[in-house]
């Protein structure tokens, strides 16, 4: 039985708090919360359940100092200082936000994570749908499928309308912002974002010996012609509309692995892009060639999902990808692990439901 800390309760954090209350593997420790409003409120509470009898927190010291072997790390915005006190602490950490592949980190932050690993005799990990399971363990797994990879490329194309979390969208991504505004250069949340796609880029060169010599990142934004109204709020014209980004690895002047996002709010779609159906493709050309579409919904046979239903089932996948890698994790030798290392998550009820308490 692994003991977890549940770190963040937005749309990613409240599914894995359920999960770990259904998981008969683990046992929530405690509940690291940001909002006042949230503060000394009960685990089952906040996932609209009766009360388990664990309290959420605001205050740091209070988690650091609660015995736990993992940390499910998802706020919207990271601090490594936390992560590494949190390292140090002896508690193993999985995060949806960041450090897909650790050894990819600025030589400081990466060597700040090692250390606390060592002082912890922890271990780390970022997991999520993608990047996560689109940019590195789909791949990884199917390239097992294949004797020899010419190229890698998986496109994500999205429509943001629905996305749930308008902070990210509009304060995090700045859609909505004039366009100087949202430039890699101008906006820090872009780059880091955009590191995070590289950082798969690095982990699958990595593990599928690509020797790449150059990761890149591009950018190409899009504005409004006119104004728009969508579900998470306004953009005017002349504002940021779409985002498309390509990160490519290169291995001698030949791009290997390429990781494309395209990413719209509103009605129209860019004549100049590219038409990859809504979702994830992921295309490995090689000896043989293999293509797979991903998409996440509610469900296929359930008619009265609704749309609402349909896009947050993207958040549930980037939970229980995060929540399934405790086990695996908390097992690892210490370090700055990722899916190179550590099993393939699995379904903890598959298709049994041992402890599953319904919604209140
Ligand atoms: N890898 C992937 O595939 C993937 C997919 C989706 C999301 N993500 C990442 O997972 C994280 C959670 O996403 P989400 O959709 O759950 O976001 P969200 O719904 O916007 O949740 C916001 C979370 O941030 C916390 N928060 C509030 N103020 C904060 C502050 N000042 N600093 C840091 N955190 C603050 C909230 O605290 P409370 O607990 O008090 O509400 C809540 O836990 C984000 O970092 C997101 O980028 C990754």
């Known amino acids: 039985m692994y003991r977890v800390i549940q770190w963040g309760t937005g749309n990613v954090g409240r599914e894995a708090l359920r999960a770990i209350l259904d998981d008969p593997a683990l046992e929530l420790a405690g509940i690291r919360v940001y909002g006042e409003d949230k503060d000394g409120q009960d685990a089952g509470v906040l ?60 030589d400081e932050d990466r060597a700040r994570v090692e250390q606390a690993c060592r002082e912890g005799r922890s271990s780390v990990c970022g997991m999520g749908i993608h990047p996560g399971l689109v940019g590195m363990v789909l791949p990884l797994t199917l390239s097992g499928a294949i004797r020899r990879l010419e190229r890698l490329t998986i496109q994500e194309r999205a429509n943001w309308d629905f996305y749930d979390s308008p902070r990210i969208t509009f304060e995090n991504m700045r859609f909505g912002r004039p366009p100087q505004e949202a430039t890699l250069e101008a906006n820090p949340f872009a780059r880091f974002n955009s590191d995070l796609f590289q950082q798969q880029i690095h982990l699958l060169g990595a593990g599928l010996d690509a020797n790449l010599d150059e990761v890149s990142a591009e950018q190409t934004l899009v504005t409004a012609p006119a104004d728009i109204e ?47 159906r809504d979702g994830w493709t992921i295309t490995l050309e090689g000896d043989p060639s293999l293509r797979t579409h991903l998409i996440t919904l509610a469900s296929f046979e359930r008619r009265d999902a609704t749309i609402e239903e349909h896009v947050h089932s993207a958040d549930v996948v980037t939970a229980m990808q995060a929540v399934h890698a405790i086990p695996s994790l908390c097992a690892a030798p210490a370090g700055l692990r990722s899916p190179l290392d550590l099993e393939a998550p699995r379904s903890a009820q598959g298709f049994g439901a041992s402890r599953v308490t319904p919604n209140v």
């Open 47 to 106: 996932v609209g359940r009766a009360p388990v009898g664990v309290r959420a927190t605001r205050d740091v010291e209070e988690i650091l100092a609660t015995e736990a072997d993992c940390v499910c790390y998802m706020p919207r915005n990271v601090d490594l200082d936390d992560v590494c006190r949190v390292l140090a602490s002896g508690k193993n950490l999985v995060a949806t936000p960041f450090l897909f592949y650790a050894q990819a980190l600025a």
């Open 230 to 276: 969508v579900a998470a709020g306004r953009i005017a014209a002349g504002t940021v509309c779409g985002q498309r980004y390509r990160w490519r690895g290169q291995a001698a002047g030949r791009t290997r692995i390429e990781i494309e996002a395209l990413w719209t709010l509103g009605p129209d779609y860019p004549e100049a892009w590219p038409r990859p």
